[in-house]
Nanobody, 119 residues
């Protein structure tokens, strides 16, 4: 299983960006995918969840109405669009998935991509 995030950058307050997570090594189309973020010195926070088939999304209150998660199953890629960025959105953003075996599961994470919101 491999998850590779990209798209993190320095952006001014009020700006927008789109993060990508390229997935491989598992059946992406049938897997729930999640975006987390971790500000420096703080705990990791769940930002968005995207479930397969129905593509239902949920999101944390901290990004409500400012973020949209989507997926392209043909490319095995997860996206996170964030708008009206604030300084408090500065964090390392990770995508994650849980892969089930016969009886147990493993959680997988990408290496993260840094988003910095600053003027």
């Amino acid at each position: 299983v491999q998850l590779v995030e990209s798209g993190g950058t320095l952006v001014q307050p009020g700006g927008s960006l789109r993060l990508s997570c390229a997935a491989s090594g598992f059946t992406f189309s049938s897997s729930a995918m999640k975006w987390y973020r971790q500000p420096l010195g703080k705990e990791r926070e769940l930002v968005e969840t995207n479930t397969p088939t129905t593509h239902v999304t949920t999101n944390a209150d901290s990004v409500k109405c400012r973020s949209t998660v989507s997926r392209d199953d043909s490319k095995s890629t997860l996206y996170l669009q964030m708008n009206s960025l604030k300084a408090e959105d500065t964090a390392v953003y990770y995508c994650s998935t849980r892969v089930w075996g016969a009886l147990t599961y493993n959680d997988y994470w990408g290496q993260g991509t840094q988003v910095t919101v600053s003027s």
